[in-house]
């Protein structure tokens, strides 16, 4: 595997709200790095652009690398797009080490880091390049949520394997380094056969008969999952109490949870009415054979759980969607199918040169969002919230701030985001992962 420290998923940081937090990273793998905090309000030369390359320690002449952002033309960008040698000069590159630093001036949510090389995204992050990243303050100890070993960050994350147990990922290029793209059916995204928690197959975890927070990140390269939990008493159900980018005003009940790559869910599931013995399994109901199951938890231990659920968990504000100065329309869409960089937003293909848009700071936008077949739509910088679904309202599961929101096939939704702070070059893209390294992300830079 290639791994932050050693683990995967790689090491939890937990940031304090509106406490600077600085990670180091080092690279001593065969490739270059870019780390994005996925969900982080960052400035620009810390949050992870995909040109941003933190070379291999050692590396002398990383002009002559593949992957140089407009360096020599063995560069992917330059050799793949037809871009020639037009250079790149706003990447920030180093090599060997280099310092991110996260003002974590935002609300408490649960975000992850995780690779975001360009072209090669999916093929580190298959490999184990991703982790978690909270931020708490003490509004949210004071809430009384389930806290300790009952506050379960959870990776979900498909992998397929060949005989010898090792990871197989069936991309065109196996070293990572020259061209993107996917072999035959995988070119609509790499999908495995064993799920992942935490980098564990279809764990069982040891509970008491409590309420639990399950903190859930669809980690998965390509696989959205339809989350069910099996109780064998009561009816098995969640409470959702935060989403991508923090929490909700309210705690809402939802009885199954569909969840796509980069999606994070916030939620309570309660054993209080369980019985020592009993078995709790969590479905997936977009699977079928081995990926219909995801873990399993076994309730092992009685114990008083008196804790009540607030009923206001926080304000997270109020969208004002007629404060809006813009409206942009972004289609993605497949249009050269089979070429590595066939999926598209706007008829385009990524360029960190040419911005699709250009937000002023301190403006609020309204971006609709069109997809042909199904996408998970990210976007970098700042949170959104969902106004609209084909001209209907958003899903329950919508509610609060998001970063990325799941359209299947054919579908239309309106998002508002705000955007704030940092100027600089960011990016949008479908967090399919194969999707984003066949070219379906987009530039976009602020400005004051
Ligand atoms: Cu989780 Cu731009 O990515
Ligand atoms: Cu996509």
Redesign the pocket.
């Known amino acids: 595997m290639w791994t932050y420290h050693g683990s995967f998923p790689g090491p939890t940081v937990l940031s304090a709200r509106d406490r600077r937090t600085v990670v180091t990273h080092r690279n001593e793998l065969p490739v270059p790095v870019v780390v994005h905090l996925h969900g982080g309000h960052v400035p620009e030369d810390s949050d992870g652009y995909p040109t941003d390359l933190l070379y291999p320690v050692g590396t002398s002449d990383p002009a002559g690398m593949p992957g140089m952002p407009g360096g020599s033309n063995t560069g992917t960008m330059s050799d793949m797009r037809g871009m020639g040698m037009e250079r790149d000069t706003l990447a920030h590159t180093a090599i060997g080490e280099r310092d991110y630093v996260y003002p974590a001036g935002q609300p408490v949510a649960m975000l992850w880091y995780h690779d975001h090389r360009m072209d090669f995204t999916g093929a580190a992050v298959w490999r184990g390049l991703a982790g978690f990243h909270l931020v708490t303050d003490e509004a949210e100890r004071r809430l009384g949520l389930p806290a300790g070993d009952r506050d379960l960050p959870l990776m979900l994350a498909d992998r397929a394997f060949d005989a010898a147990g090792a990871l197989k990922y069936p991309a065109a290029d196996p070293s990572a380094l020259h061209t993107a793209g996917m072999t035959g059916k995988f070119t609509r995204g790499a999908l495995g056969d064993v799920i992942l928690v935490n980098g564990v197959p279809w764990p069982e975890h040891r509970v008491s008969t409590a309420k639990y927070r399950l903190r859930l990140l669809n980690g998965s390269n390509a696989r959205v999952y339809r989350l069910r939990a099996d109780m064998p008493r009561g009816d098995g159900h969640f409470v959702q109490i935060g989403s991508d980018g923090g929490l909700l005003d309210r705690p809402q009940r939802v009885d199954e949870l569909t969840i796509a790559p980069g999606e994070r869910y916030d939620v309570i599931i309660d054993f209080t009415g369980c019985a020592v013995g009993d078995r709790v399994t969590v479905y997936n109901e977009l699977g079928t054979g081995t990926t219909s199951r995801i873990m399993r938890f076994a309730v092992t231990d009685r114990v008083a759980d008196p804790a009540v659920l607030p009923e206001v968990l926080t304000d997270s504000g109020t969208p004002v969607p007629a404060a809006a100065v813009t409206t942009r329309t972004f289609r993605?869409a497949r249009r050269d199918a089979g070429t590595p960089h066939g999926?598209m937003i706007n008829g385009h293909a990524y360029s960190p040169t040419e911005p699709i848009a250009r937000p002023r700071l301190g403006d609020t936008e309204i971006w609709r969002l069109v997809t042909d077949?199904d996408?998970?739509i990210h976007l970098h910088l700042n949170q959104f919230r969902v106004l609209s679904r084909n001209g209907g309202p958003p899903h329950r599961t919508d509610a609060g701030w998001k970063d990325t929101l799941y359209l299947g096939a054919a579908q239309t939704a309106e998002i508002a985001v705000r955007f704030t702070d940092f100027p600089g070059r960011y990016v949008l893209h479908?967090h399919?992962l194969e999707?984003e390294d066949m070219s379906?992300m987009a530039t976009f830079t602020t400005h004051t």
């Open positions: 993605f999926w077949l996408h998970p479908c399919n999707h379906m």
